[in-house]
C-alpha cells in the first residue's frame, strides 16, 4: 500500500544509532535530530533507536476517521443490566465465552488451553459457552475451577481504589467497590487523542444504562474527576448527553435523537451520512424488536456505502 510505513514494535521508523547516514541506494537516511517522518513531531533518542512522541501506520493526511461502535454491556460495562448480572457475575459468565476445550472421542470435554484468548489456540477447539450455553457461577463447576484464579485476579484489577464515586463506582455481589465503566475505555480516549486521530463513539445498548454512562462519562471529560485520568478534563472532545433511539422495520430503520430524524426509506445511505458526520461521544438504545427481526441487519446499512476516507469498527 503506498505511503505505509512499517513500525517497530514501541517505536516509529526512525533511523537506529549506529547506522550509516545512507541506505542501500545511497538515499539519506533520517537523521536524529529532524523531525518524526510519521506523525512530524521531535524525535527523542531512547537507547538504540529513535521513537516518537506518537506512533502512526500511515502519514496524518492518509489516516481515515475511526467510527467506533460500541455495545455497553459486557463490553465497557463489567455488567449486564438486561440480564441483571453484576460484576462478578458477568466476569465470570465472560470467562466462559474466552475458555477453549472439546468434546473428545469419549465424549467427555477435555480443556486445550489454561489461558483464556479471544481468539481460539488452535484447530477444533470451542469455547466452553459455545457448547453448553450459559452457565450459572462458571468457574465454581467442575470444569471452570481451573479459571477461579484468574476470575479472582481480574476482579482484584477492577477494584475500586479511590472514595465511593456513586456515578463511576458500583458495589459487586461480594460487597466490593469495583469500577462501574472499565478503565481501558478512558485509556482508549486518551491514547486516540495522543495521536490526533479523528474519531468518534457511539455507545449501543438494549439496556436503560445509556443516560447514566453518557452522563459519568460528560462528568469525566468536564470535570476530571476518574481518579485514574484526570487529564482526560483537559480534552477538546464534545459529547452529546441525550439518547438516542434506533428502530426498525421491514421498509425502513429510523434513527431519532432529540429534534434529529434520519430515515432509510428512499435513501439508504441517509443513515450512514449520518453516523459519518458524527462527532465525539453520543448512544443510541437499540429497540429489542429491532434486534429479534433484524440482529446483524443495521451493520450493511452503516458500512455497504464505506470509503476510504472512514473507519467503522464494531465491539
Known sequence: MSGVKTIRPGGCSHAKNGEKDTDESGNKKQSESAECPDCDRSAEKRSDHIVCSVHLELPQSRRRKLILHLDLNNTILVSDAVTKQGTVAALDYFLSTATWGRVNRQGSWEWLSDVPS???????????????????????????????????????????????????????????????????????????????????????????????????????????????????????????????????????????????????????????????????????????????????????LILKCSTSSLTTTFG
Not at 485476579?153 to 479511590?162: A, I, M, N, T, V
Not at 459519568?216 to 468536564?222: C, D, E, F, G, P
Not at 426498525?248 to 430524524?261: D, F, M, P, T, W
Request: proline fraction near 5%.
Open 118 to 300: 479471544l481468539l481460539p489456540p488452535c484447530q477444533g477447539a470451542v469455547t466452553y459457552y459455545s457448547q453448553f450455553g450459559r452457565v450459572q457461577d462458571f468457574t465454581g463447576t467442575a470444569e471452570g475451577q481451573r479459571f477461579r484464579g484468574v476470575l479472582k485476579e481480574h476482579l482484584s484489577l477492577l477494584e475500586w481504589r479511590g472514595e465511593e464515586d456513586e456515578e463511576l463506582a458500583v458495589r459487586g455481589e461480594d460487597g466490593r467497590l469495583y469500577h462501574w465503566i472499565l478503565p481501558a475505555f478512558f485509556q482508549l480516549l486518551q491514547a486516540l487523542e495522543s495521536q490526533h486521530r479523528e474519531f468518534c463513539v457511539v455507545f449501543r445498548t438494549f439496556g436503560t444504562d445509556l443516560a447514566r454512562v453518557l452522563g459519568a462519562v460528560q462528568r469525566v471529560l468536564r470535570e476530571g474527576t476518574h481518579p485514574l485520568f484526570t487529564g482526560l478534563q483537559a480534552l477538546p472532545m464534545p459529547l452529546n448527553p441525550t439518547p438516542g433511539r434506533i428502530r426498525c422495520s421491514k421498509k425502513n430503520v429510523v434513527l431519532s435523537r432529540g429534534s434529529e430524524r434520519v430515515s432509510t426509506r428512499g435513501d439508504e445511505r441517509s443513515l450512514y451520512r449520518y453516523f459519518s458526520d458524527l462527532q465525539g461521544l453520543g448512544g443510541l438504545t437499540i429497540a429489542t424488536q429491532t434486534w429479534v427481526e433484524s440482529p446483524s441487519g443495521l451493520t450493511p
